[in-house]
């Protein structure tokens, strides 16, 4: 069974990327597939976290936290990231360090200082030009980091603005449900660029929104 359940939450993810509107970020930006949207693709959390875990030991891809909303688990195939990285600085030898000693061998969300300048022996300047790449930012506990995404406060705040503008749409209808059909077809904001479908698989697997199935297609009903 567990073959076809990572065969699941990878289509699930090569969806998400697909519809991922990078037209609408930098250039090279690549598509973040946020972990709880998964949830509304693949029946069981279990199932989510076991594939999660096999693609990223494959080196498949990496998860991250993307504050503000730590709690909130991002996912970037790794060719996407290292993509997009080497695209962005102009450090070049730093940035291989970067991903030969981190990004490649390792999966961890944050890193120590220690295990940096130790274990890996990057220097303080090293570090302070990662920071200020935004391949590592800082964690509330001091001397550690989470690994980054430049650029990625972006699409942070678009992906709220969408996800307040479609519980608002909900939130206006006359039960407070709606066809999903119906949802996906509506224009939200201009200033929520990644796309209704993308909204919509957010709301469902955040657990802010209930699909329900019926015999004439799914009803998007408002969980608050």
């Not at 029946?43 to 730590?70: I, N």
């Not at 650029?151 to 939130?171: D, V, Y």
């Not at 039960?175 to 209704?196: Q, W, Y």
Request: net charge positive; charged share 25%; glycine share 4%.
């Amino acid at each position: 069974r567990f073959p076809d359940v990572c065969n699941e939450t990878k289509s699930a993810l090569q969806l998400l990327r697909s519809i991922f509107p990078t037209d609408k970020f930098s250039p090279g930006f690549p598509p973040i597939v946020m972990k709880h949207q998964l949830y509304a693709m693949v029946q069981t959390r279990s199932d989510v976290e076991k594939a999660l875990d096999m693609m990223m030991e494959q080196g498949m891809v990496r998860t991250f936290c993307l504050a503000p909303h730590e709690a909130e688990l991002a996912i970037v195939f790794t060719e996407d990231y290292v993509s997009y990285v080497r695209q962005r600085t102009s450090q070049s030898l730093l940035i291989e360090s970067f991903v030969d000693k981190v990004v490649t061998p390792f999966w961890d969300l944050s890193y120590s200082h220690a295990f940096l300048t130790r274990q890996l022996e990057f220097q303080e300047a090293d570090i302070s030009e990662l920071v200020r790449a935004g391949l590592l930012t800082p964690r509330n506990e001091p001397s550690r980091w989470w690994i980054g995404v430049p650029g990625s406060a972006g699409f942070a705040r678009t992906l709220i603005r969408g996800r307040t503008a479609l519980l608002q749409m909900l939130r206006r209808s006359k039960h407070r449900e709606l066809p999903r059909t119906e949802v996906e077809s509506s224009r939200l904001p201009r200033s929520t660029k990644l796309g209704t479908a993308y909204y919509v698989y957010d709301a469902i697997g955040s657990g802010l929104v209930a699909c329900v199935k019926t015999t004439s297609g799914d009803i998007l009903r408002l969980r608050e």
